[in-house]
């Protein structure tokens, strides 16, 4: 019984490890790899080939996770290219620091906003309209391509693409 019990405090001790990303069962979950959704914002995923290498989507994807320890990424564009909406985002495994991430930007805390769960930065001169959102196992990066793209459009894009990268 005693044994037993220690089994299952262990099992539960890993799985909690594994999914909240905490400990030596962290690194298991960030090696998991990323689907990306067909869809997100009511929006195709860019599949052309071509696109994508106009894009640079996968030498991006290729130099995330080269940087971030070989942890998973992807780099994935929504959208179309006839210049009305088109959004990349950026998943890597693994826990980002958001705020230093933004203050590294130069953002200023005026243009820094919170839309849902989502922490956003509006455009600037030479930043896109960009939102995060993160947990200790998946760190979520949503940027407009568009100019005149609000965080209020980008925003609810990060959360929609976290929850279903989970």
Known sequence: MTVGGVVLALL???AFGYFAG???????NTSRGIVPPAKLGGLDRVTDPQIREQL?????R????????????????????DGRRLFVVIALRGKVD???????????????????????????????TQCYRGSNTLTVIAQAANDGVSVDDV?????EAFKAMK
């Open 56 to 60: 640079k989507l996968e030498q991006t």
């Open 12 to 14: 539960v001790v890993a």
């Open 98 to 128: 958001i705020d230093k991430t933004i203050k590294d930007s130069g953002a200023s805390p005026e243009q820094v906003k919170k839309v849902g769960q989502a922490t956003c930065v509006e455009s600037t001169d030479n930043l896109p």
């Open 155 to 159: 925003g609810p894009l990060a959360d």
């Open 22 to 28: 905490l400990g030596p069962m962290s690194r298991l």
């Open 62 to 81: 290729d130099q995330l996770s080269r940087i971030n320890d070989g942890k998973q990424a992807t780099v994935e564009a929504y959208g179309n290219l």
